[in-house]
């Protein structure tokens, strides 16, 4: 099966630290999106590109924030500098249309 | 804009008994709407999903959900609970021909009595 790979797994870093995550969506789909999960909040947009296209980061602390697509192989999303308020799982989802979306299985992220 | 609802933060039944997961949506225009699911750990994986085709759609695992427009509804449904069925479920909707942006419900923790 197809999937959507993200890299690192976890990260623990210090706060002030850059973070940069990454993401492989699958091959053909043109939309890629990146979520924030954290019990207080559930699950909130961060930021959302249709073929390589940013379309929506609304979502974003654009003071700390970034999303970047530098070719339909890669998504990034960097954070700095890091904040232990950032501390959460970040997922990437990448699909089709509104035909339904594949999920990474996410970065963990702690910010100490 | 669109927004979902999902009523019940935590639903529990027994083993072999009805699962019925409510969700309503919110949508300007005709939506898609979405049933993930979401396992300890582990990233969402789509369970099933309605794109204006059949109003009865069936998923994964036995799990099948009704749109209803005239309720604005999408409530899932299993005939016969499992254990294995113990996770988080997430309803979503995104709009058909606009963004297409997709928004989440808050979830159901779903817990199996034995």
Redesign the interface.
Known sequence: DAR?TQTPRDKVTEMGQEVTMRCQPILGHN?V?W?RQTMMQ??E?LA?FRNRAP??DSGMPKDRFSAEMPDATLATLKIQPSEPRDSAVY?C?SGF??????????TRLTVV | AQSVTQLGSHVSVSEGALVLLRCNYSSSVPPYLFWYVQYPNQGLQLLLKYTSAATLVKGINGFEAEFKKSETSFHLTKPSAHMSDAAEYFCAVSEVGGNEKLTFGTGTRLTIIP
Do not use: H, N, P, W
Request: negative net charge; proline residues 0%; hydrophobic residues 35%.
């Open positions: 959507v939309t999106f979520y559930g699950l947009l959302y379309l929506d997922f989802a249309g509104g035909y339904g979306y594949t999920f990474g299985s996410g």
